[in-house]
Structures are given as structure tokens and as C-alpha cells.
């Protein structure tokens, strides 16, 4: 279960600004039943979190991440004091070593004057701290949301409940391990309509780590375009399209992405 509210049809752009500045506040006042907010633009995707102990939450750390962004988003955000960095981007110590730039005096740290990573999964901004992640939140606000979309876990103002439908079930495929030798295989899928919260995917894997014991085993899953822009930041794709993706447990290296 989920809530939502896109920024079309019977709901004004007043009325999502609304409800924006309604669940970032809520996520302040209660972290624990608002762990995550997305929120789906044209060109990118912004993920809210905060991180909160239940027995300090007033103490709470707010953080940020910005999918697949661009050139232009990162000088205005630069321009208006939002500290960030691009952790998954090349580590350079200068604009020169960055191929396809003309050489600059100075550092790019925050890859300011480079267009090579631009709208990849490369490009993913992560802001860290209150500060800047209200100034990111002040900067959206001011901006035209206008067919905008925003998905939270728990109930906000003018946001629709929203339920994923599960079906399950399990086929018998079959291996060719010598000739004339055929071994069968159990696969057992799972298929979620719907929008799926990081933390939702996260009990799932779980879960099959507490089925699975001391096995290892291999996870496949498919995404849809509507929900492709939400997962940029452990897709290694240039574009957010619907496309297979995969992830392994080890007993000894833990969950790995592919």
C-alpha cells in the first residue's frame, strides 16, 4: 500500500505544492512513517529519506538523492548554496582529466563544467544535511510542478491510496546437462503492480534470506517504464526504460546488484 498524487486532471498544481510542502514536513515529525518520498519530474526523480533512531528522533539526518541529473540542475543548485556530490561519477581532480572538456584552472568536485555523466546513472546527486536538503526542497517548490508525481508510504493531504496487486506462482524448467538428459528446475515468480517503496523490496529480500538459510540464491526482476525513473540510482542504464535486472545473495558477500 501506497499514496499518491500526480499534479494532472482534477488535482492543481496549488494543490500538489500543497501536499509537498504537507508530507516534507511530515517526514520531519514522523521519520518512522515516512522513510522515503519520491518525487517524479520530467526530467528526474528526487528521493527524500531521513535516517532516525527510535530513540532519539529528534536527532534525525535528512538526505537526499537526485536521479539522473544535468549540467544545467547542477549549476542552479551550486548557485543557490546546495552542497552535494556525485558519489557514483568518476573521481577526477581536475576538469582536464574529464574526456571530451577544455582544459580549466581549478577543481570540479562537484562536476559543475562536464556533460559526460549527464542524465546517466552516473549523475546521481546525493545532498546530505538539513540545510541543504531544505534549500533543494525550497528550490522545487519554486519551480513549475505541473505533471508532476509523488509516492509516499503513509497517508498525506490530497494524495490517493494506492494498493499493489501480488500474484504468485511457480514453473518447472528444465536443463540439458547430457544428452537425452534433461534436469528440472523450480522457479518461483512474483508479480507487483504497483509502485514498490525501497522499503518494501527491502523486506522482501529479507524474508527470502530467512527462507533460504546458509543458501545463496539469485533474484530477477523486471520493471516497468511507469516505474523505471524510481530505481536510476542501482540501474546501470543511460536512459530510464523498462529493462531486467538482478540481484544475488551470498551468504559471505551479502546482496549483489547487476
Known amino acids: 500500500m501506497y ?4 499534479s494532472a486532471g482534477q488535482t492543481t498544481e496549488d494543490q ?3 501536499a509537498f510542502t504537507s508530507v516534507f514536513r511530515l517526514q520531519t515529525e514522523a521519520p518512522h512513517k515516512y522513510p522515503f518520498i519520491y518525487l517524479n519530474l520530467r ?10 533512531k527510535r530513540a532519539n528522533p529528534e536527532g534525525c ?13 547542477r549549476k542552479i543548485m551550486h548557485n543557490e548554496g546546495v552542497e552535494f556530490s556525485l558519489p557514483l561519477a568518476p573521481q577526477v581532480h581536475s576538469w582536464s582529466e574529464l574526456p571530451g572538456t577544455a582544459t580549466t584552472k581549478g577543481s570540479d568536485s562537484c ?3 562536464t556533460t559526460t555523466v549527464d542524465k546517466t546513472w552516473q549523475s546521481a546527486m546525493l545532498v546530505m544535511g538539513i540545510a541543504n536538503v531544505n534549500r533543494l526542497f525550497s528550490h522545487l517548490l519554486s519551480t513549475s510542478l505541473q505533471g508532476a508525481s509523488m509516492y509516499a508510504p503513509s497517508a498525506f493531504i490530497n494524495a490517493t491510496m494506492r494498493c499493489s496487486t501480488l500474484r504468485f506462482a511457480d514453473v518447472a524448467t528444465y536443463t540439458n546437462t547430457a544428452p537425452r538428459e534433461r534436469v528440472a528446475k523450480q ?4 508479480d507487483i503492480t504497483g509502485v ?6 527491502s523486506i522482501i529480500l529479507s524474508s527470502l534470506v530467512e527462507i533460504m538459510g546458509d543458501d545463496g540464491f539469485a533474484v530477477a526482476f523486471k520493471e516497468t517504464s511507469e516505474t523505471a525513473h524510481l530505481n ?6 543511460g536512459s530510464a526504460v523498462a529493462g531486467k535486472k538482478g540481484v544475488r545473495f551470498d551468504p559471505k558477500l551479502g546482496f549483489i546488484y547487476s
Open 16 to 18: 500538489f505544492k500543497q
Open 61 to 73: 539526518k535528512r538526505a537526499a538523492v537526485v536521479t539522473r541529473s544535468y549540467l544545467g540542475l
Open 187 to 190: 522457479i518461483y515468480k512474483l
Open 232 to 237: 536510476m540510482m542501482v540501474s546501470k542504464q
Open 196 to 201: 514498490v517503496m525501497p522499503s518494501a523490496w
Open 43 to 52: 526530467d528526474y526523480t528526487v528521493v527524500f529519506k531521513v535516517l532516525a
Open 3 to 6: 499514496w499518491e498524487i500526480v
Open 111 to 113: 562536476h559543475l563544467q
